[in-house]
């Protein structure tokens, strides 16, 4: 049974930084690029940033670019996001995916296994 377990959520002020860590129990982690998306209070979930499955293409929303970073570490089979500079719009439940293929991708639909996700808030 596949599983993403996301950790490393929790409350930070504004400037602060933040790393959330998504263990993933797929036998073909290295096949698949990962995702991290994000969900605020009554808004739609948004892509966040992903990473290709070699680890070697990365893509971001604007929203983010030049604070957060993906990494991904295949031995391990987790995949991370670390968040600096964070803003009080950046408050949200955070989720990790594993995608069908390992091109990277911003689609949702692209990825067929999701966490459950991990709550960050940042205070102003």
């Known amino acids: 049974q596949v599983q993403l377990v996301e950790s490393g959520g929790g409350q930070v002020q504004a400037g602060g930084s933040l790393r959330l860590s998504c263990e993933a129990s797929?036998?073909?982690?290295?096949?698949?690029?990962m995702g991290w998306f994000r969900q605020a209070p009554g808004k739609e979930r948004e892509f966040v940033g992903t990473?290709?499955?070699?680890?070697?293409?990365?893509e971001y929303s604007d929203s983010v670019k030049g604070r957060f970073a993906v990494s991904r570490d295949n031995a391990k089979n987790t995949v991370y996001l670390t968040m600096n500079s964070l803003k009080p719009e950046d408050t949200a439940v955070y989720y990790c995916?594993?995608?069908?293929?390992?091109?990277?991708?911003?689609?949702?639909?692209?990825?067929?296994?999701w966490g459950q996700g991990t709550q960050v808030t940042v205070s102003s």
């Open positions: 995916a594993a995608a069908r293929r390992p091109l990277a991708s911003n689609r949702d639909a692209e990825y067929n296994y």
């Open positions: 797929i036998r073909t982690f290295s096949n698949r690029a």
């Open positions: 990473i290709s499955g070699s680890g070697g293409s990365t």
